[in-house]
C-alpha cells in the first residue's frame, strides 16, 4: 500500500499549526531568557544585600559544607583560610570539626524548621546570635540551609554586667559595692579603666576616688584635681566623652598621661536634690566603639552609682552621728535613761553607774520610779503616765536614791518618742544639782544675812554712838568718884561697874550684829589656830560638865583671820555644844592640814585650808532644821538670839572660808569650817599691853554728835590734851590751815568716819594730806564694816578708835599715834576687853 498523500488543504493546516508551534517556541525561549535575565538580576541583587551585612550571611550544603558567603565572612576569614567554598563550617567558627556542643545549623540539616541560639563561638571570642533555616528545590526537597550570624558580645557584656548591678553585686553602699561597679562598667564598656569618685570640697575643685580599676584589677584610690582636666566639664554637662586623642585637648593632665589613654567618657553623679556629689569615668587607649550605646550604658551606672554615693554619705553621716550620740550619751556626766511606758529602765548611761552607784546591771532590772523619793513620787508618776502617754515633753527637779541610801536633787528633762515599731519610749535626762541647791541655799543664806547686816549695821552706827557717850560717862564717873573722895563710896562703885559692864554686853552685842553689815572685812594677821582654839574652847567651857577633848597637831598651817572674830566663832560653836549636852559629855575638836580641789564640791577656791570639826554628843538636830541652821534670828532654845550662829556664818565666810553641819538625831551634831592658810608666813608672838599715860598737845575732833562731843572733850582733856571740835569735815579743813597759819600746829586728828549731810573723815583726810602729807589722824566710827576701818592706813589714816570706846581705848589709839609719857592716867579707869 502506497502512503496516504495528504491534500493541499491538510498540508497548509499542518504547516500553520507548524508556524504555530514555532511562535510558541519562540514566546517560551523569549521567556525563559527573560526569566533567566531577571533571576541572574535577582541573584545579583540578592547577593549584593547579604554583602552588604555586617552579619555573617552563609549558605551550607547538607554536610555543612559552604557553598557561599557573603563579604563579612570573606573579610573575617578569606585571610587565614583562603577560599571558602567547600570549607567545612564548624572549622570557621568553632575551630575544630568536633565541637563539644552541636552548631545550630546542624539541626536545621537534620529537619528542624528553622534554630536561632545564642552560641559563644571559640574561635571568635564572643558571643553571637546564629539564625538557621532549611533550602528546598523545586521539588520540596531540601539541599541545604542558610545561617546568619549576629555579633552579640557587646550586649552580653551589658546584660551581664547590668545583671551584676541588680542582683550579684556585693551589699549596696560598701567599698566592695563600688568595686565592683567600676569592674562591671570596665566589662560593658570594654575598657581598661572606670573609676568612681566623690566631690570632697565645695567649690568642687577635687575629688577622691572610692573605687579604681585599671588594667584587669582594683587599685589604690587617689585624689584628682580636676581643673584643666576633662573632669571639670562633667560638672557643667550631663556627659563628657572624646572618642580619641583626648590627650590632645588636655596635655596637662597627668592622669591621661600615665595611664596613656586615648578615649574618656564621663558623666556626672547628682543627688536627688540636683546637685552634683561626684563623677564616674571610663578610659581607654582605644578609641570608643559605638559611642551612643557606650552613653548609654554610662547613663544607666552613674544612676546608681549617684544612688549609692548619696545613701553612702547618708549612711555615713547617720554612722557618725550615732557614733557621736553614743560618744556623748557615755562620757556625759548627766544621766541619760530610756525607759518603757511602764517606766523600765531600757538603758543606762555609764554615767548612771558613776553618779547613782549602781551598777549597769542593776539598773537593767529597775524600775526608774522606784528610783524616785517617796515625796517626790506621786507627782513623778502623775507627769511620766500622762505626759509620755501624749508624746510630751516635760521638765521636773526630784529626788533619786543612791546606792548608800543618801538622796540627791536632780533636775529632768523628758522626751516621750514613738519607735518604729509603734512602741512608746521615753528619754530622760537627769543633771545632778545636790551641789548646786546647797550653793543655791548658801547663797540665800548670804543674801538674808545681807539684808539683815545692812538694817544691823545702821542700828549698830547709832547704838555705838549712844554707848559711847554712855561708856565714857561712866568712866568719867567712876574716875571723879574715886578722884573727889578719900573714901570711895562701894554701892556707887558696884553700881558703875555693874553699868559699865552691861556697857560691854551691849557692845559685844553691837560687833555680832556689824558682822552682818555689807562690806565689812575683817582685820586679818596671820595666826596660829590652835592656840586660839585651845585657849578660847578652855574659856567656854569652864565650869562645865562637858570634857573638851582636842586634836590640835602641832604642825598646823598658820591662818590668816581677825583673832577676835574667829574666838567668837570658835566661842559661839563650844557654847553651842555644851548647851546640846546638859547632861555632860564630850566635845571633840579636831584641826588638820588640807587640800581642796574643785571635785570636792565646796564653794571655796582651790587650795591650802586649815579644816576644824566640833562634833558633840548631844540629841543632835533635826533634819527639817539643818537648812535654817545658819538664818539669822533662826534658833531652837528658848532664851536663845538666833545670831550666835548667823554671826559664826557670816565670819567664817569674810574669812574666805565655808562652814557646814551634819547631824543625827540622838547621836550628835558636826561643825566643820575650813579657813584659808595665811601666805604670810608665821603669826606674831604676843607682846605684853604698854601701859598707857597722859599726853600733851592740841588734837583736832571732827564729830556731830554733841553729847559724844561733850564728853570726849572731857576724855581729852583727862588724857593731857587740848581739843577743837568740828562738825564736819569741811569746818576741820578751815581750823587744821588755820592752825599751821598760826604756828601752832594740831599734833593729831580724830575724825568720824561718816558724817550724815557732811564731809565725812575719808575725804577729809584725802584733801588734809593735800594740805599736809604729814598729817597725823585716827578714824573712828560706830559702822566698823566699812572697809576703812579695816585698813586704814591704806586711806591715809594711822590708826582706828573704834565706837564705843572708854578713856583706856582711846588713851591706847592716841598712844599709837602721838606719843605719851609713862604716867598712869588714872588707876581706875576700867580697860575693857
Known amino acids: 500500500m502506497g502512503a496516504k498523500v495528504m491534500t493541499r488543504q491538510q498540508l497548509l493546516e499542518q504547516v500553520a499549526a507548524l508556524r504555530k508551534r514555532i511562535v510558541q517556541l519562540e514566546v517560551s525561549e523569549a521567556r525563559r531568557k527573560q526569566t533567566e535575565v531577571t533571576l541572574r538580576a535577582a541573584a545579583e541583587e540578592w547577593e549584593q544585600s547579604f554583602n552588604a551585612l555586617t552579619d555573617d550571611v552563609l549558605l551550607l550544603d547538607k554536610t555543612g559544607m559552604v557553598l557561599w558567603a557573603n563579604k563579612a565572612v570573606r573579610n573575617r576569614f578569606e585571610s587565614t583560610y583562603g577560599t571558602l567554598v567547600g ?78 548591678i541588680a542582683q550579684g553585686a556585693p551589699a549596696a553602699g560598701s567599698v566592695a559595692f563600688f568595686q565592683s561597679l567600676v569592674k562591671d562598667l570596665s566589662k560593658a564598656l570594654d575598657v581598661e579603666y572606670a573609676f568612681l569618685a566623690e566631690f570632697v570640697d565645695s567649690e568642687q575643685t577635687q575629688v577622691q576616688t572610692v573605687a579604681v580599676w585599671a588594667k584587669g584589677h582594683i587599685t589604690e584610690n587617689f585624689l584628682w584635681k580636676v581643673a584643666d582636666t576633662p573632669g571639670a566639664r562633667l560638672r557643667k554637662t550631663k556627659v563628657a566623652c572624646w572618642e580619641s586623642n583626648i590627650q590632645q585637648h588636655y596635655p596637662q593632665d597627668p592622669l591621661l598621661t600615665q595611664w596613656e589613654v586615648n578615649s574618656f567618657i564621663g558623666s556626672p553623679l547628682v543627688n536627688w536634690a540636683g546637685q552634683v556629689i561626684g563623677i564616674i569615668v571610663a578610659m581607654d587607649r582605644r578609641p570608643l566603639r559605638n559611642l551612643q550605646l557606650a552613653q548609654s550604658i554610662l ?31 557615755e562620757n556625759a556626766y548627766d544621766l541619760i535613761f530610756e525607759t518603757s511606758l511602764d517606766g523600765r529602765l531600757l538603758y543606762s548611761s555609764p554615767s548612771c553607774q ?16 522606784n528610783l524616785v523619793h517617796p515625796d517626790d513620787r506621786p507627782a513623778f508618776e502623775w507627769e511620766f503616765e500622762t505626759k509620755v502617754q501624749s508624746l510630751e515633753d516635760w521638765h521636773m527637779v526630784y529626788r533619786f536614791r543612791h546606792q548608800s ?101 551691849a557692845r559685844d552685842l553691837t560687833k555680832q550684829l556689824l558682822t552682818f553689815a555689807k562690806g565689812g572685812a575683817p582685820v586679818k594677821n596671820p595666826a596660829s589656830i590652835g ?110 538670839s538666833g545670831l550666835g550662829l548667823a554671826t559664826t556664818y557670816s565670819i567664817v565666810n569674810r574669812h574666805g572660808g565655808h562652814i557646814t553641819v551634819t547631824s543625827e538625831l540622838g547621836v550628835g551634831t558636826t561643825f566643820t569650817f575650813f579657813l584659808p592658810v595665811s601666805e604670810k608666813g608665821q603669826p606674831v608672838p604676843l607682846t605684853e599691853e604698854t601701859w598707857v599715860g597722859a599726853g600733851s598737845g592740841k588734837l583736832l575732833v571732827i564729830e556731830d ?99 564705843p570706846y572708854n578713856l583706856s581705848d582711846l588713851g591706847k589709839a592716841l598712844h599709837q599715834v602721838v606719843g605719851m609719857s609713862s604716867e598712869p592716867a588714872s588707876p581706875t579707869t576700867p580697860t575693857p576687853s
Open 405 to 505: 541610801g543618801e538622796w540627791r536633787w536632780f533636775e529632768s528633762h523628758t522626751k516621750p518618742f514613738r519607735t518604729t515599731t509603734g512602741e512608746i519610749v521615753a528619754v530622760v535626762v537627769s543633771r545632778d544639782i545636790t551641789e548646786r541647791r546647797r550653793y543655791d541655799e548658801e547663797r540665800l543664806r548670804a543674801t538674808k544675812l545681807e539684808s539683815v547686816g545692812i538694817l544691823a549695821g545702821g542700828i549698830a552706827h547709832d547704838f555705838n554712838n549712844i554707848l559711847t557717850a554712855i561708856f565714857a560717862n561712866i568712866g568719867l564717873a567712876k574716875m571723879l568718884s574715886a578722884k573727889n573722895s578719900d573714901t570711895p563710896d562701894t554701892a556707887i562703885a558696884e553700881r558703875l561697874n555693874a553699868a559699865e559692864r552691861a556697857c560691854l554686853r
Open 531 to 640: 592656840r586660839f582654839i585651845n585657849e578660847t574652847a578652855g574659856f567656854a567651857l569652864r565650869g562645865s560638865n562637858v570634857r573638851c577633848d582636842l586634836h590640835l597637831p602641832d604642825d598646823l598651817w598658820p591662818v590668816e583671820v581677825d583673832e577676835g572674830q574667829m574666838s567668837q566663832v570658835i566661842q559661839n560653836l563650844v557654847i553651842n555644844a555644851d548647851h546640846a549636852m546638859p547632861e555632860g559629855g564630850i566635845l571633840h575638836i579636831h584641826a588638820s592640814n588640807t587640800l581642796v580641789d574643785p571635785s570636792q564640791g565646796l564653794p571655796i577656791k582651790a587650795g591650802r585650808y586649815v579644816k576644824v570639826s566640833i562634833e558633840d554628843q548631844g540629841k543632835g538636830i533635826p533634819q527639817e532644821h539643818l537648812p535654817k541652821i545658819f538664818d539669822p534670828y533662826f534658833t531652837t532654845k528658848e532664851k536663845g
Open 705 to 803: 554728835e554733841e553729847e559724844i562731843r561733850e564728853i570726849l572733850e572731857k576724855m581729852l582733856t583727862h588724857l593731857g590734851y587740848e581739843a577743837d571740835f568740828a562738825s564736819d569735815g569741811a569746818e576741820a579743813i578751815t581750823l587744821y590751815h588755820q592752825a599751821q597759819q598760826s604756828g601752832v600746829p594740831y599734833v593729831a586728828a580724830i575724825m568720824d568716819l561718816t558724817i550724815p549731810g557732811g564731809l565725812g573723815g575719808k575725804e577729809t583726810i584725802r584733801q588734809l594730806k593735800a594740805l599736809d602729807p604729814s598729817v597725823v589722824a585716827l578714824v573712828s566710827s560706830g559702822y566698823s564694816n566699812d572697809p576703812v576701818m579695816a585698813d586704814p592706813e591704806r586711806y591715809g589714816f594711822k590708826g582706828v578708835v573704834v565706837k
Open 299 to 329: 547613663g544607666v551606672f552613674a544612676v546608681r552609682a549617684a544612688s549609692e554615693l548619696e545613701r553612702k554619705g547618708a549612711e555615713e553621716a547617720l554612722r557618725e552621728n550615732e557614733e557621736r550620740f553614743r560618744a556623748i550619751a
Open 354 to 369: 558613776k553618779v547613782l552607784g549602781y551598777s549597769l546591771e542593776e539598773l537593767g532590772q529597775c524600775n526608774l520610779l
Open 87 to 164: 570549607m567545612d563550617c564548624r572549622l570557621l567558627y568553632f575551630g575544630t570539626t568536633d565541637p563539644d556542643g552541636r552548631p545550630p545549623w546542624e539541626s536545621v540539616l537534620h529537619g528542624a524548621l528553622s534554630a536561632v541560639v545564642e552560641v559563644w563561638l571559640p574561635n571568635l571570642d564572643g558571643w553571637f546570635l546564629v539564625s538557621c533555616y532549611p533550602l528546598y528545590d523545586m521539588e520540596g526537597n531540601q539541599w541545604g540551609v542558610i545561617s546568619v550570624l549576629k555579633d552579640i558580645t557587646d550586649r552580653r557584656r551589658v546584660e551581664e554586667a547590668l545583671r551584676d
